[in-house]
Nanobody, 124 residues
Framework: QVQLVESGGASVQAGGSLRLSCAAS????????RGWFRQAPGKEREGVAL???????IYADSVKGRFTISQDNAQNTLYLQMNNLKPEDTAVYYC??????????????????RGQGTQVTVSS
């Protein structure tokens, strides 16, 4: 059984940076889809960044050029480096993983494994 635990959420001012981490226990294979999605109050869940099953990195248009997804060599930890944060980035951020090939827009609804979330608050 895979468990995912996020950390790194905080309150920052606009223009600041944060790095989120997602530690995985259990088996996460090299072919897994792994990514981050977020949910802001009153809004639908949104896929933010994804490492596809075959290694490509995909980003939502709203975060391109500002966020970077990465993982360590052992693939036990997934990261999301967030730069130039904006108030509209305020949300609970979740990491997710699945052995299937998933698209960015699918991870929030279909990923088998998800963490409990970490709050990111960006003030103007």
């Amino acid at each position: 059984q895979v468990q995912l635990v996020e950390s790194g959420g905080a309150s920052v001012q606009a223009g600041g940076s944060l790095r989120l981490s997602c530690a995985a226990s259990g088996y996460i294979g090299s072919g897994y889809s792994r990514g981050w999605f977020r949910q802001a109050p009153g809004k639908e869940r949104e896929g933010v960044a994804l490492i596809e099953r075959y290694g490509s990195k995909i980003y939502a248009d709203s975060v391109k050029g500002r966020f970077t997804i990465s993982q360590d060599n052992a693939q036990n930890t997934l990261y999301l480096q967030m730069n130039n944060l904006k108030p509209e980035d305020t949300a609970v951020y979740y990491c997710a993983a699945d052995s299937r090939y998933l698209l960015l827009g699918q991870i929030s609804a279909l990923a088998r494994y998800r963490g409990q979330g970490t709050q990111v608050t960006v003030s103007s």
